[in-house]
C-alpha cells in the first residue's frame, strides 16, 4: 500500500517537518505561517517499498504501538527512549 509522504520546509529558518498526508502538512504550514510570516514550501512525495517500510520502522507517528516489532529497529529496545 502506497503512503503518501509530505514534506514541509521554510524558506526563511530551520523549521522543516514531514508529514503523513497533505491535512496535517497543510495545517502545520498554515500554523507556520500565520505565527512567523514567513513562506513555507512543501513537496510531496510517494514513498514505496524499502523507504516506505523504513519509515514505518521508524514509528513516524510517535505511538509506540505503531512500531513494527518485526523490524531489527525495534530489537534496541527502550534503551534509546
Ligand atoms: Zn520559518
Known sequence: MEQTR??????????????????????????????????VAWEIESLTGGVSQAGADAGVCGRPECVNEDSPLANSGPADR
Open 6 to 39: 509530505v514534506s514541509v520546509r521554510c524558506a526563511d529558518c530551520s523549521f522543516e517537518a514531514g508529514y503523513d498526508g497533505l491535512p496535517a502538512a497543510r495545517t502545520a504550514l498554515d500554523d507556520h505561517e500565520a505565527a512567523t510570516g514567513h513562506e
